[in-house]
């Protein structure tokens, strides 16, 4: 199962965290796995590109997070790159209840 939680604060973004594999099929052939990690790898790739924006990074084995500060994560270029990944998780998810989860916490 993979879970894909997303920290908010005052109504922004500030980043997400992705752990875990989906377990839909096996390694080298999860699709919904790659789409998931795709998109997480993307964002940070984005944020890299910008303006060099992601205080903490952390990609390993199944696990991917990435964080703003509270002051970057009001720029609105950041949060629309944060809601494009969470309505591309969501819509990645809708039908996979079983293999992957998205949350969203208030920090």
Do not use: P, W
């Not at 940070?44 to 199944?62: H, Y």
């Amino acid at each position: 199962m993979t879970t894909i939680t997303y920290y908010k604060k005052n109504n922004l973004f500030l980043g997400f965290e992705v752990k875990g594999h989906t377990g839909k099929d096996d390694f080298g052939k999860d699709l919904l796995c790659c789409q998931i990690s795709t998109v997480a790898q993307m964002a940070i790739l984005a944020f890299r590109e910008l303006d060099k924006v992601a205080e903490f990074a952390e990609i390993s084995d199944g696990y991917l997070k990435v964080m703003l500060s509270e002051e970057n994560a009001k720029n609105d270029k950041y949060q629309f790159l944060l809601k494009t990944c969470y309505e591309s998780f969501k819509s990645i998810i809708i039908d996979e209840k079983k293999y992957a989860k998205l949350e969203v916490k208030n920090v």
